[in-house]
């Protein structure tokens, strides 16, 4: 490039061809040895392992593979993002390197191949995966940045440059790009799980990726590096790193945990990065950076004798200087070890001096200007296009002074569910001669809805996924629409970044109008109202009809369905394409007539059309006379006892509660709140009143007829299920004399009518019984995992309980969330929705889940159910009930407020429910100001005031302490006077709030900021901490640095031990007062500490106190399963008699013989 911009003899010009080739000829081998490798591409694609992706290094003579699979840490998903962003930049400058369609299809599929980055553990930029450099994968923040990179420069790119058209332009969903950035914000400043940060992260916030839009975020990276890594010779690749030191046992190459202590400070030191910081001077027009790093390298580059300047690989301690080194960080002299010349390092030293010396100008070797991207972001407007589905409901909006188009009055632009374009998409990239399939089916996010689309001269517009109600149930619920149009629309305007303004299409359906069908839903009626205004949750909004908006969208042509391509809609057995589960149709009013339905139209057709929709179920009985089915008392238990029997096995038809057992409730007899000690037996003359034939057996036929008779869809539902189980899905009713009635068709009818009645409890046992799934459950379980959030399924503790720490295909994500909620099917299905939920907030609340690793869903839903019997003074079991209940956007405002720590009410609503539900309707919301405060929610953090406590004569002490407990308890809007007239202590409504706290903190498993690098610092001191019998060993830190994520992962897994969340942060509670005494000037705390002592200490001071006060009864109550007394559970942390009182006395009574012996007494 400098030779074709200095060229001023023809010698020079040719060498600037020459030079030109010479680069194509390099990426076009590139390309050569990948293409070879085409099989592991299509593999990759849908299995994302280690063992099927594009090798690291070929034969540079033959383009063949110079390892086998497993012999080097192939999967390097920066590699093929970087060939792609130099690709991309380099085609921009106008070098032409892919000459043949097949050669485009390829690079589409190396685009599948990594815009999946944000979910792929893989080996890095330093091939090594985790930095004990045992094979062990993990996610990069590198890898991510680089891949967000070359999807974004690649994007609509034409291939052929200026020589190019429609076909071979290359298409990236946004959706995909978008998904990495937000996975990298969650990890900057670190690098993975095993490496707190990593100099490599210079490539992907500077030059070449430039993938890092916050330049607050750039920086702390930046400083991050300098103050960690930095030496006198150039960085550190990451702390403890073992590379060519001194200390680096050369026979193997793995590392014992143990041993990375001994490469700490005497890391070998990489010129490299320099020449990354020099880069980023130019390009930041800091000409003092620039100076300063062109002075540094040219005190440690080696010069020839010929005057030729060659970079070093890197900088190592000398042998017989090590423990000099130790006692000295970067006093020793270092020695150049390794490759000479470098040539990563040597090739980007060249460009750094041409760039510094004013021969190239940092827009020549960025022509896609990528260094704009922290540039400022003007605000985005999204707009809405409201549309009805009928004219009836066209006239519905108009009588409230609303005018919407219909879906019929758009014509000829064109609207389709989003789930079509997901199928469109799997098109994309296919090549019959490559063996290559396209784009896997995923599902397609809010970004990609938001554009238009044009398909053979045919304008679409897409309707977002969440307003598609034929895979899961939340769309039924018409407030969570609502609820998810705000946070929609709050991410277009923080994550739009194309050109335009993003289209939402939001189509207004007939399952959007109250009950009888005579109006529209007010929360609908009032989010359109809201549009109107211009402003909705936060986002600038402008409503208007599709067809202004047309010049003001963006629009992407999918030339790859054009007539003229290669591509048949029809030519493989509809592979892929439809989901078992579309029983809703699309928008019929935007059909052309059939005779002028091309291809296209047939195919959409046929996505639409699985499973057109017949009504077969009788409706529910009404006379009084008939014989119930099953009465109100009866629970699945007695139902799968009686299966059980008819199969031949014995079950005793007993009441069981809380899933501890594997025949597992659902309905009347699910309790998650409490676990009674003795299991009642039910009255055995309340005989489920169920057909038998002649042998004793179940009749199927029969109870397929009294599918009639049933009083309510809840017993329709029930003789489904027994049917579902006993034949099967497939097996064939013939309701009424109809053939083709299958079991599964008709649970599929009485989902819908359960969700045109709302009735929550049924949708989600019948989704459980069809084993419905959230079609983006593995996006969002992803999306948890990604954040650096574990999860576990299934109530604690384990085996039961299943963790899930790495991303999983959707059907096995589906199998182990069933497995782990045992027969339960109903918990499944809330475990699935909770998960989904969790997702929603991480993208848009993160800060809500502050210093969470572990998010345990079972141990969630169980204290959702808790609180709520709290709140509702009821049992454990109608509390399940009404849990189960609860409409998806009241379960979601559960979820926040226990997420949160804010206080919540729960009203009983009056408004009558269909006589199929059995359980109370309920809602839940806020408290306002009244509710637990900042520092009351940490739990820990000592109350700024404290109450004067007045000791006065004859007033008895336990009153006062209690006063003193009362004093740091989240207020309550209703609480009640603390005495009671029988003289005893009654807590009224105070009652249990800390309890609750620290339950709620227990569950969702939240510690005190810093709580891991405490607890580092006091691993250094002792010998190891004993948390309910499992040991945590002072030997891990010498594996891992304090900020390690690997490290809190370690600690938390050994916590999560306790299966009792109150108790679990109890302990908490004793270890941060522990680490208090890290700071203490003490070499050593003793060998290993029983935390669980301690707290037991605490908890025998507490009550000898109490005693001495003369207290008796309720309030000396012991916990069965710890020991500890209710009552310090149910203390404040801080105070006079606060539970950090106490665990200190105890930590000096158990340490006593450590700790330096001052003039201090304890009080």
Not at 43 to 68: E, I, M, P, W
Not at 313 to 339: I, M, Q, T
Not at 587 to 603: H, R, T, V, W
Not at 720 to 733: E, N, R, S, V
Request: proline residues 5%.
């Amino acid at each position: 490039m400098a030779y074709r911009k200095n060229a001023d003899r023809d010698e020079d010009k040719a060498k600037a061809y020459e030079l030109e080739q010479n680069v194509v000829k390099l990426m076009r081998g590139l390309l050569q040895c990948m293409m070879r490798q085409v099989d592991k591409v299509e593999k990759f694609k849908r299995t994302q392992s280690t063992k099927d992706c594009l090798h690291a290094k070929y034969n540079s003579a033959t383009c063949a593979t110079v390892v086998g699979d497993d012999q080097w840490g192939h999967l390097q998903v920066d590699a093929t993002s970087l060939y792609l962003l130099f690709l991309a930049q380099m085609t921009a400058s106008g070098l032409r390197i892919i000459f043949t369609l097949d050669e485009v299809t390829f690079i589409q599929n190396l685009v599948f191949y990594i815009e999946a980055a944000y979910k792929v553990a893989d080996y890095g930029i330093w091939e090594r995966g985790d930095k004990t450099n045992q094979g062990i994968p993990e996610l990069n923040a590198s890898s991510v940045g680089m891949a967000k990179a070359a999807l974004e420069a690649i994007d609509e790119l034409d291939l052929f440059g200026a020589h190019g058209g429609h076909k071979s332009v290359i298409h990236v969903l946004p959706d995909e790009v978008e998904h990495c950035q937000s996975i990298l914000y969650s990890m900057l400043p670190r690098a993975s799980t095993s490496k707190e940060i990593d100099a490599g992260l210079l490539s992907i916030i500077s030059y070449p990726a430039f993938a890092v839009e916050d330049i607050n975020l750039v920086n702390v990276t930046k400083s991050e590096i300098i103050s960690k890594l930095q030496g006198r010779y150039g960085c550190c690749r990451f702390l403890r790193d073992g590379y060519k030191t001194p200390r680096e046992d050369p026979s193997r190459l793995h590392y014992d945990p143990a041993e990375l202590k001994l490469f700490e400070n005497i890391e070998c030191e990489w010129p490299v990065f320099w020449t990354y910081f020099l880069i980023d001077g130019v390009f930041n027009e800091d000409k003092i950076q620039v100076e300063e790093y062109r002075e540094a390298l040219e005190g440690i580059l080696i010069r020839e004798k010929n005057g030729i300047v060659l970079m070093p690989e890197l900088y190592a301690v000398p042998s017989e200087k090590v423990d000099e080194e130790y006692e000295n960080p970067h006093s020793v002299d270092r020695v150049p070890v390794g490759k000479l010349p470098h040539l990563w390092g040597q090739s980007l030293y060249i460009l750094s001096c041409l760039l510094a010396e004013g021969f190239l100008a940092a827009g020549e070797i960025d022509p896609l200007n990528r260094r704009f991207s922290t540039g400022f972001k003007p605000d985005v407007v999204v707009q809405v296009a409201v549309l009805a589905e009928t004219n009836q409901i066209k006239n519905l909006l108009q009588d409230h002074g609303i005018n919407v188009q219909s879906i019929a009055d758009i014509h000829p632009l064109r609207v389709q569910p989003a789930r079509v374009l997901s199928n469109l998409y799997t098109m994309l990239g296919r090549n019959e001669n490559m063996k290559l399939s396209g784009r896997p089916h995923r599902h397609i996010g809010v970004l990609g809805t938001s554009k238009l689309y044009v398909i053979r001269n045919q304008i679409f517009a897409f309707t977002p996924q969440f307003t598609d109600q034929h895979h899961f149930y939340l769309a039924l619920d018409n407030q969570m629409i609502v609820e998810m149009l705000k946070i929609e629309l709050a991410y277009l305007t923080s994550c739009w970044r194309m050109t335009g303004r993003p289209t939402l299409t939001f189509p207004i359906t007939h399952t959007m109008l109250v009950d009888d069908g005579t109006d529209i839903h007010p929360a609908v009626l009032a989010t359109i109202r809201k549009l109107e205004d211009g402003y909705f949750g936060g986002a600038r909004v402008k409503i208007g009809k599709l067809s202004e908006f047309l010049t003001t969208s963006f629009h992407t042509h999918l030339s790859f369905l054009d007539p003229d391509c290669d591509i048949k809609l029809f030519d493989d057995s509809q592979e892929g394409r439809c989901s078992p589960d579309s029983e809703y149709g699309g928008y019929p009013a935007d059909f052309c007539e059939k005779e002028s339905q091309d291809e296209l139209d047939q195919y959409i057709n046929d996505i639409l059309q699985s499973t057109a929709l017949k009504s077969y179920l009788p409706p529910t009985s009404k006379t009084a006379h008939q014989p119930l089915v099953f009465s109100a008392n009866h629970s699945t238990q007695e139902i799968l006892s009686i299966m059980a029997k008819a199969k031949g096995l014995e079950i005793p038809a007993v009441s069981m509660s809380l899933p501890t057992k594997v025949l597992n409730t659902h309905r009347k007899s699910l309790n998650l709140v409490d676990i009674p000690l003795s299991l009642e037996t039910k009255d055995h003359e309340k005989v489920l009143n169920l057909a038998k034939d002649a042998h004793g057996d179940l009749d199927c036929r029969k109870l397929v007829e009294q599918l009639k008779e049933c009083p309510t869809l809840h017993d329709q539902a029930d003789i489904l299920y027994i049917l579902h189980i006993l034949k099967g899905p497939d097996w064939d009713t013939q309701l009424n004399g109809q053939y083709g009635v299958t079991v599964h068709c008709l649970l599929n009818e009485l989902y819908r009518k359960a969700g045109l009645n709302q009735e929550w409890g049924l949708i989600r046992y019948i989704s459980g019984i069809l084993k419905k799934r959230v079609e983006v459950l593995a996006e969002a379980c992803t999306d948890l995992l990604s954040h650096h959030k574990q999860l576990t399924v299934g109530l604690p503790p384990e085996p039961r309980e299943k963790i899930i720490t790495t991303p999983l295909p959707p059907e096995e994500l589906t199998d182990l969330i069933y497995e782990a909620s045992g027969q339960d099917i109903s918990i499944a299905v809330l475990t699935q929705e909770i998960i989904m939920y969790l997702a929603m907030y991480v993208r848009s609340q993160p800060n809500l889940f502050m210093e969470m690793l572990r998010l345990r869903i079972g141990l969630i839903i169980q204290v959702m159910a808790t609180e709520l019997a709290r709140s509702l003074k009821c049992s454990g079991e109608e509390a399940s009930e009404s849990l189960m209940n609860l409409s998806p956007f009241d379960m979601k405002n559960l979820l926040h407020h226990i997420l949160s720590g804010k206080e919540f009410g729960v009203e009983r609503s009056l408004r009558p429910m269909d006589s199929s539900s059995s359980s109370p309707a309920i809602s839940i919301h806020e408290m306002g100001h009244s509710g637990a405060t900042k520092t009351e929610r940490s739990g820990i953090t000592k109350l700024k005031s404290e109450m004067k406590q007045f000791f006065h004569e004859g007033h008895s002490v336990s009153s006062s302490m209690f006063a003193s407990r009362r004093s740091s308890t989240p207020p309550s809007p209703s609480s009640t006077s603390p005495t009671s007239s029988s003289g005893d202590i009654s807590w009224g409504d105070r009652k249990g709030q800390w309890l609750r706290r620290r339950r709620l903190d227990g569950a969702i498993n939240r510690v005190p900021v810093g709580f891991y690098e405490k607890v580092w610092k006091i691993l250094q001191k002792c010998h190891g901490l004993s948390i309910d019998g499992y040991v945590l060993p002072s030997s891990t830190t010498r594996e891992m640095t304090p900020c390690e994520i690997k490290f809190a992962v370690h600690v938390e897994s050994v916590l999560n031990h306790v299966p009792q969340p109150e108790y679990r942060q109890l302990l908490v509670e004793a270890i941060l007062v522990l680490t208090f005494l890290s700071d203490i000037e003490v070499n050593s705390i003793g060998g290993i500490i029983h935390v669980d002592r301690i707290v037991h200490v605490a908890n025998d001071l507490f009550l000898q106190e109490l005693k001495s006060y003369g207290a008796t009864g309720a309030i000396l109550e012991k916990d069965v399963a710890t020991g500890i007394c209710h009552f310090f559970y149910d203390s404040a942390p801080s105070g006079a008699y606060g539970t950090m009182t106490y665990l200190t006395k105890a930590i000096i009574i158990y340490l006593q013989d450590f700790l330096p012996s001052t003039g201090c007494v304890m009080q």
